[in-house]
């Protein structure tokens, strides 16, 4: 079955870039999203089809996929960003979650 | 606004049973492939069971196939997850979500995401 690896963590200071990974065989050929989920919370949708983002995601918030690797890049990272990132693929008809990577802002 | 509202959701001894419902509002629910997704105690997300808006093709992972049922009833806008023959490892909060299409994209995404609901089983 489809596999997508993710760094388990990620840290950054305030203000600067941060950037996770989601690697898969061939994911360049596949379209990605992220969803970002807060502690209690549900996850938010805030990258689809790679590169997108839906209304009232903020600009900083951006996505790249090339060959075996896809990433949400975040800009002037911000306190409120600390969350967990899962990225997703689909394989067929099936859903595939990356494992998640919990971003530390410190 | 789109509302999913999940229910059903306690505490069910292994081997038992448990019917889930997501109650969906603020759109045609009938257009939309709906989709369950499961979170276990500090752990991941994992893709349960998604439906077609018509309700005629379904999709399961092979973690719950052959124990695990989705279907949709459009008239009552609601998602179901009938889950039988329950483990400990299906313990998680679960999660419907509505498959939304963006632009020009020919990919769904889940988005947005109910709150969740609870299922513990009992050794």
């Known amino acids: 079955s489809y596999e997508l690896t993710q760094p388990p963590s990620v840290s950054v200071s305030p203000g600067q870039t941060a950037s996770i990974t989601c690697s898969g065989d061939g994911l360049g050929d596949k379209y990605v999203g992220w969803y970002q989920q807060r502690p209690g919370q549900s996850p938010v949708l805030v990258i689809y089809?790679?590169?997108k983002r839906p209304s009232g995601i903020p600009e900083r918030f951006s996505g790249s996929n090339s060959g075996n690797t896809a990433t949400l890049t975040i800009s002037g990272t911000q306190p409120l960003d600390e969350s967990h990132y899962f990225c997703?693929?689909?394989?067929?008809?099936?859903?595939?979650f990356g494992g998640g990577t919990k971003l530390t802002v410190l | 606004e789109v509302l999913l509202l999940e229910s059903g959701g306690g505490l069910v001894p292994q081997g038992g049973s448990l019917r889930l419902s997501c109650a969906a509002s603020?759109?045609?629910?009938?257009?939309?492939?709906m989709t369950w997704v499961r979170q276990g105690p500090g752990k991941g997300l994992e893709w349960v069971s998604g439906?077609?808006?018509?309700?005629?093709?379904?999709f399961y992972a092979d973690s719950v196939e052959g124990r695990f049922t989705i279907s949709r009833d459009n008239y009552k806008n609601v998602l179901y997850l009938q889950m039988n023959s329950l483990r400990a490892e299906d313990a998680a909060v679960y999660y419907c979500?509505?498959?939304?299409?963006?632009?020009?994209?020919?990919?769904?995404?889940?988005?947005?995401w109910g709150q969740g609901t609870l299922v513990t089983v009992s050794s």
């Open positions: 979500a509505k498959e939304t299409r963006y632009g020009s994209s020919t990919t769904d995404w889940l988005d947005p």
């Open positions: 997703q693929a689909w394989d067929t008809s099936t859903v595939i």
């Open positions: 603020g759109f045609s629910f009938s257009r939309y492939p």
């Open positions: 439906i077609s808006g018509d309700g005629s093709s379904t």
């Open positions: 089809q790679d590169d």
